[in-house]
């Protein structure tokens, strides 16, 4: 195993996450970024989904969802790959300011 250069992102992202599903790479938000950005292996490609702009604590792949958890209030969405969307799930009614995630298998 050895580190190597990949092709960059197509927007400059800070406070972002990301997660593998199929062997494909999903960085999602960041700063003022509403855009989810896949890499298939070669190339970037930016989705067509918007999504709230907001800062990121986590992100997880989960039952091949990209799961993505804000720490603005504690605010949960998942992206579906296969429909091209993305859906609220249920979110903590506490009045946390961060979160952590993560899936083991």
């Known amino acids: 195993n050895k580190w190597s250069s990949m ?10 996450g990301g997660a593998v ?7 999602a938000c960041g700063n003022e970024v509403k855009s989810i ?8 490609s ?6 709230p702009c907001r800062n990121l604590s986590s992100v997880v792949a ?7 958890i804000s720490d603005e209030s504690i605010k949960v969405e998942a992206y579906d790959p ?4 993305l859906m609220p799930l249920n979110s903590p009614s506490s ?3 961060f979160a952590l995630a993560a899936v083991s298998f």
């Open 62 to 68: 989960f039952s091949g969802k990209v799961v993505l």
């Open 95 to 97: 009045g946390a300011n």
């Open 82 to 85: 296969i429909s091209n969307s």
């Open 46 to 51: 930016i989705l067509d989904v918007q999504v």
């Open 37 to 44: 950005e896949v890499f298939d292996g070669s190339v970037w």
């Open 21 to 27: 599903i199929d062997d494909k790479i999903y960085v």
């Open 7 to 16: 092709a960059p992102l197509n927007q400059a992202r800070a406070k972002t």
